[in-house]
């Protein structure tokens, strides 16, 4: 899903620092025109912690 989320995000990309998280399943719509959105439906569902870093990437994380 990341993979797919950086295809059409303009902006930093997502990645990934645990190996948690990459084996969590997931399904669903989501709106390639929203990639944020989507992204944001991630983190609060599967209650990953993502960190900002303005201009070079999103890291995704395993709570706690």
């Known amino acids: 899903v990341v ?3 950086n295809r ?3 902006g930093a990309p997502v990645v990934i620092m645990a190996d948690g998280p990459r084996s ?3 399904s669903g719509v989501f ?3 929203d990639p944020d959105a989507a992204l944001g ?3 609060e569902t ?3 912690r993502a960190t900002h870093i303005p201009g ?3 890291i995704l ?3 706690g």
Request: positive net charge; charged residues 25%; aromatic residues 8%.
């Open 3 to 5: 993979d797919e989320l």
């Open 8 to 10: 059409y995000r303009s």
């Open 24 to 26: 969590l399943r997931v």
């Open 31 to 33: 709106n390639a025109f």
């Open 41 to 43: 439906a991630l983190v």
């Open 46 to 48: 599967l209650r990953l």
């Open 56 to 58: 070079l990437l999103v």
């Open 61 to 63: 994380r395993s709570p």
